[in-house]
């Protein structure tokens, strides 16, 4: 994607920021160039930034979200349910969850769905660290808050398996969300009515 046309340092940019996920080569352009109309200050801030990115964010002990401590702010947030535990694939499926305001309870990030075609097993989940929780927690209920997707759906029956036997009630978003729509991409509106939808999910 490099072009030839623009000075190097800009050229770096462009082909740096087109590396990101649904940008395109003009769309990278674009962006580049927008930088460098802003002030200096706004290109040394969106530097360090980037530059502090791997430094400061980690992993939350407890959930697996994004975190600049130990804890993420949902966890470390003494108002939150815990008597509810929700389980979604990513980080983009928790924020998308938070963003239609109906629920209040705690989350399990799992990093991804079943998928052995892609060699992603159990092991490559968070599924020990889940059930770690479960055993402190002791919730009363769990969402499974997986895509509905196959992949998803295999990664729900899992769960349904792995927590046979367990004194929690489970949970699966209601059937709102389409087939083969990621959480990440869906309107609040449907989102919100799925969750308020949620139907017995087996028995815990």
Same mark, same amino acid.
């Given at each position: ?6 000075? =190097? ?9 087109? !590396?990101?996920?649904?940008?395109? *080569? !003009? ?5 580049? %160039? ?29 959930? @697996? @979200? ?5 804890? &993420? ?8 349910? &815990?008597?509810?535990? &929700? ?20 989350? @399990? $990030? ?13 092991? *490559?989940?968070?599924?020990?660290? %889940? ?7 002791? =919730?009363? *209920? ?8 196959? *992949? ?13 036997? !367990?004194? $929690? ?33 087996? !028995?815990?």
């Amino acid at each position: 994607m490099s072009d030839i046309s623009l000075p =190097p340092a800009l050229d770096r940019l462009a082909r740096l920021l087109g !590396r990101l996920p649904g940008v395109g *080569e !003009r769309s990278a352009h674009r962006l580049a %160039l927008f930088v460098l109309g802003q002030e200096p200050d706004y290109a040394h801030a969106l530097g360090v930034s980037l530059a502090e990115l791997h430094d400061l964010v980690r992993f939350c002990r407890d959930c @697996h @979200h994004f975190a600049e401590g130990q804890r &993420c702010v949902i966890c470390a947030d003494p108002r939150r349910d &815990c008597a509810l535990l &929700c389980v979604v694939e990513d980080v983009p499926d928790l924020l998308a969850i938070e963003r239609c305001a109906e629920y209040r309870g705690l989350y @399990h $990030v799992l990093g991804g769905a079943l998928s052995p075609l892609r060699g992603v097993g159990p092991r *490559e989940l968070t599924f020990d660290h %889940l059930i770690a929780r479960l055993d402190v927690l002791q =919730p009363e *209920e769990l969402i499974v808050a997986t895509s509905i997707s196959v *992949e998803g759906e295999a990664t729900a029956s899992y769960l349904q398996n792995l927590l046979r036997g !367990r004194a $929690v009630r489970l949970t699966r978003i209601a059937s709102g969300v389409p087939q083969g729509t990621d959480l990440e991409y869906l309107d609040q509106a449907t989102l919100g009515r799925a969750l308020r939808a949620r139907l017995p999910f087996g !028995r815990g």
